[in-house]
């Protein structure tokens, strides 16, 4: 065992040896501090080596002294003085001295004042010592609990079966605590009840269908207040029915601001309760297993929900193809897989659609929506049957196209085309006949004018019926693409034939006609014929619909190579919600009076025509203002054709 060592700060040299060697005789190492500052006195180096330190009075003036003794408070100082005064006792306490020494020194004296001064400090080394031990074990015992913690909680927050999740919940419950058993209650929304969802070790038969009553249970009552309920006694509780427990803790699971259920641990055999800590444990606990429950949850629904709406698509009878906003596929059913060629689902997905698309159709269809554009077209399927695709944007999600097989309504189409057609042709014959024998009548004999009434009647009728049979067989003709026949030709001139044709209509309902045509309008190549029969319905219909006294504008301009026609009145317009209709066949508008002549062909006619021409054509139309439609051809450049040919 090395010797003690005392640091002898004693400014008096004589006193200090004679000190000095007398602690030496008696076993101890005694030691003048080994530094001096400039001031001459003494400096006391880091860290200190010494287990006791004798300070004289004089010395208790050296600053460092007083620096030492705060930076090691455990170190005792024994005081030095020449004379046991009241004024040395109260330094002798300022400094913290355990003892006092005077003269004469007495050899066994100064050896047991040391003695003591060494037994204090190994009192208070060996309780800072167990002290530290103490803090040191509780500080590990916290760093273990935060460990196991973040260790469930990392479990439990990467598992997303919520079975698991909950076994793993009452698991960490009882290890957490060290209790018999766990349970783990969840509120059910519809009946305000708690059942039992989870346990670990419970020995109750009941465990499986067990359901408490928020207003008068243990259990409930965490719900109610949202607080912990900690039950400790000596006498067994009954806190289900037929259900005895020693101790137990309750704590509620929190999920956004409200308890979702109730996370407890029990002790039915053993006595001697739960501690707060356990209280703490449990609730760190249940806050974790609330956000892991609800993630599980979440994520199951979210699965359950993609399940169902696939098996939908997928058995859905028309094709379904979804793609992401960077056009590549998410979803794709058997259907669509048929009609865009792609032999197996794999194939699509995640696949972008210009690696996919073998026509060219579909391919710019999902374009037009993943621009932000509707689209729609027909599609023949490699079995030749006819789909009907329209592609939609989808905000937030990216495009969704439909095939919808219309191979037979193109059938019965074209059955029925065929069947007018055929009707058509066979009731001309007799209609001319009647026309012709109409007309004889009058070369017969002379009429009566009830019988002249009569015949005009009948000529009326006939030609109405004729000019219905003429519109169907235009019609039929146009959509069927013959009459293609086109050539190069100014609309200029064909614009201004309708014109001249109707006037006379025009001018018998005292009507303004006005022309506008822009010069060097481009040539357009077209069929003139079916041109103006185009302007001949639209222009026509205008004087038809507007009352006498209208005004009706006819305007031709270019934009570009654009050829824009507008037929403007200021007649009775058309009601918002016919205007998409106007355009199908045989439909008229219920702003017209039922007795006005007309078949309900003339503008789908005029949209055939139109599309045959690679143009559009659209209305605009307010009820009591007017009706302006509008057609846009495409012209031909204006270099080097040909010179129009007049019509
Ligand atoms: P029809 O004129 O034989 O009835 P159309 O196909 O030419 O058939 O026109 C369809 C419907 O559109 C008409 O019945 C009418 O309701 C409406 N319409 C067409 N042109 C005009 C117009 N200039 N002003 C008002 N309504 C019109």
């Known amino acids: 065992m090395t010797a003690a060592k005392i640091l002898l700060v004693m400014l008096d040299e004589d006193a200090r040896r004679l000190v000095a060697r007398a602690l ?7 030691e003048a501090p080994a530094e001096t500052g400039t001031d001459g006195l ?10 006791a330190v004798l300070v004289d009075e004089t010395a208790l003036a050296v ?10 408070p455990h170190l005792p100082v024994l005081l030095f003085a020449k004379q046991a005064g009241r004024e040395t006792l109260m330094r002798a306490v300022r400094v913290g001295a355990i003892d006092l020494i005077t003269p004469p020194v007495r050899y066994e004296n100064l050896v047991q004042a040391v003695q003591r001064a060494l037994t204090r ?3 208070v080394r060996a309780w800072a010592r167990a002290e530290t031990r103490r803090h040191t074990q509780e500080l590990r015992d916290h760093i273990d609990e935060l460990k196991t913690l973040l260790e469930v909680g990392r479990i439990l927050t990467s598992e997303l079966d919520p079975d698991k999740v909950l076994t793993a919940i009452v698991n960490a419950a009882v290890d957490f605590t060290g209790a018999e058993e766990s349970t783990l209650f969840l509120l059910d929304d519809q009946t305000g009840e708690l059942y039992l969802r989870a346990s670990r070790d419970l020995r109750s038969e009941a465990a499986n269908t067990l359901r408490l009553k928020v207003n008068d249970s243990l259990a409930g009552q965490v719900v109610r207040s949202a607080k912990p309920v900690v039950l400790d006694s000596e006498a067994p509780e009954k806190i289900k029915t037929a259900y005895l427990v020693h101790a137990l803790i309750y704590v509620p699971l929190r999920l956004h601001g409200r308890v979702i259920g109730v996370l407890g641990v029990d002790n039915r055999e053993k006595r001697g309760g739960f501690t707060e800590r356990h209280i703490a444990r449990l609730s760190a606990l249940a806050d974790y297993a609330a956000i892991a429950l609800d ?7 979210a699965i359950h929900e993609r399940r169902k709406l696939e098996t939908v698509l997928r058995h859905i009878k028309e094709g379904v193809l979804v793609l992401d906003e960077s056009g590549e596929v998410v979803l794709i059913n058997d259907l ?3 009609v865009m060629e792609i032999p197996t689902e794999e194939q699509a997905l995640g696949r972008h659609f210009v690696e996919l698309c073998r026509s060219a159709e579909v391919e710019k269809g999902i374009q037009a929506a993943l621009d ?9 399927a490699p079995d030749g049957r006819v789909f009907s695709l329209q592609v939609l944007p989808i905000p937030h999600v990216g495009a969704a196209g439909t095939f919808y097989d219309i191979t037979h309504f193109k059938e019965l189409d074209r059955i029925k085309s065929e069947f007018v057609s055929a009707v058509s042709h066979d009731l001309r014959s007799p209609l001319t006949a009647i026309l012709g024998y109409v007309e004889l009548l009058e070369r017969a004999g002379p009429l009566t004018p009830m019988q002249q009434h009569f015949v005009e009647r009948v000529r009326s009728s006939v030609q109405n019926i004729t000019a219905l049979i003429n519109d169907l067989l235009d019609l039929g003709r146009i959509e069927a693409g013959f009459e293609v026949e086109k050539e190069v030709l100014s609309i200029a001139t064909v614009v201004r034939y309708a014109v001249d044709g109707l006037l006379p209509q025009a001018e018998a309902k005292h009507q303004n006609l006005v022309t506008r045509i822009a010069d060097n309008l481009p040539p357009i190549r077209g069929n003139a014929v079916r041109l103006r029969q185009m302007l001949d319905n639209i222009i ?22 654009q050829i824009i026609l507008r037929v403007r009145d200021n007649g009775p317009g058309i009601p918002a919600n016919e205007q998409p209709y106007i355009f199908n066949k045989f439909f008229r508008g219920s702003n017209v009076a039922s007795e006005q002549p007309g078949t309900g062909l003339g503008l789908a006619i005029v949209k055939s025509i139109v599309e045959n021409h690679h143009g559009r054509v659209w209305v605009k139309s307010e009820v009591g203002k007017g009706t302006e439609f509008t057609v846009v051809l495409p012209g031909m450049e204006n270099s080097g054709e040909p010179s129009p040919s007049s019509v």
Not at 24 to 30: I, M, N, S, Y
Not at 63 to 72: E, F, G
Not at 540 to 561: H, S
């Open 24 to 30: 030496q005789a008696a076993g101890f190492e005694a």
């Open 42 to 51: 003494p400096r006391f180096a880091e860290p200190v080596e010494a287990d």
């Open 63 to 72: 600053p460092a002294l007083h620096d030492l003794l705060h930076r090691v």
């Open 121 to 123: 400090r190994d009192a």
């Open 295 to 301: 993630n599980a949850q979440l994520f199951t629904a």
């Open 336 to 338: 669509a897989r048929l």
């Open 372 to 380: 932000g554009k509707e689209y729609r077209t027909e599609i023949t």
């Open 540 to 561: 026509g219909n205008a004087i038809k619909y507007t009352p006498e006294g209208g005004l009706i504008e006819v305007e031709a301009e270019n934009r570009g190579d």
